[in-house]
């Protein structure tokens, strides 16, 4: 069963967490006792893996490459948070999500910073601007919640600060300067 299960793609796992929330959903619809025994069945359960998990970063702790391959996989990523174990705190995670969309926000002439992580919300600022993109504000936003809330699914959502272009803009020489020489010389 363990080795079913460590071969498990995410489309598997999405299927089964799904017929889990089903399965859930059912249960909680079973009038008396019965339902109540179920869900405290599984919220045992879910409490006794928590548990494993628990020890099993314990373990890891003295190995940052396992650590961050625990990361990497988004099943164990959520499974860390849900339990309140994940190694980094959340404004962490944040920042790296933002550095690794970073380019693509430059490629388009933006930048984005973290202002703050409270309640459950990410709030964030734009700069800059996207050059020939007619939705740039709503696209930027759109790749920066997907990449917060990726790392950090305790989240509720991410709000961002529209973009605008920087509040100097570069000086323009008048072409007439241009054409002038400067005095004393011919």
Excluded: K
């Excluded at 363990?2 to 995410?10: C, G, H, I, P, Y």
């Excluded at 990726?150 to 008048?174: K, N, Q, S, T, Y």
């Amino acid at each position: 069963m363990a080795d079913q299960l460590a071969d498990l793609d995410d489309a598997a796992v999405e299927q089964r967490l799904a017929r889990l929330d089903e399965l859930l959903s059912q249960l909680e619809q079973i009038p008396g006792a019965t339902a109540a025994l179920g869900l405290a069945a599984v919220q045992e359960l879910t409490e006794v893996y928590g548990t494993a998990l628990s020890r099993i970063l314990a373990a890891a702790a003295g190995v940052p490459s396992l650590l961050a391959a625990f990361d990497s996989d988004e099943l164990l990523r959520n499974l860390m948070v849900l339990h309140g174990l994940h190694p980094l705190p959340v404004t962490d995670r944040v920042n790296r999500a933002l550095d690794q969309v970073r380019p693509y926000l430059h490629s388009h002439g933006g930048d984005v910073t973290l202002l703050a992580v409270a309640d459950g919300v990410a709030r964030v600022a734009f700069t800059g601007h996207c050059d020939g993109c007619t939705s740039s504000a709503s696209t930027m936003q759109a790749v920066i919640r997907d990449a917060v809330l990726g790392v950090a699914p305790e989240l509720d959502r991410v709000e961002a600060e529209p973009a605008r272009a920087p509040a100097h803009p570069a000086p323009v020489i008048p072409i007439e300067a241009l054409l002038r020489r400067p005095a004393g010389t011919r």
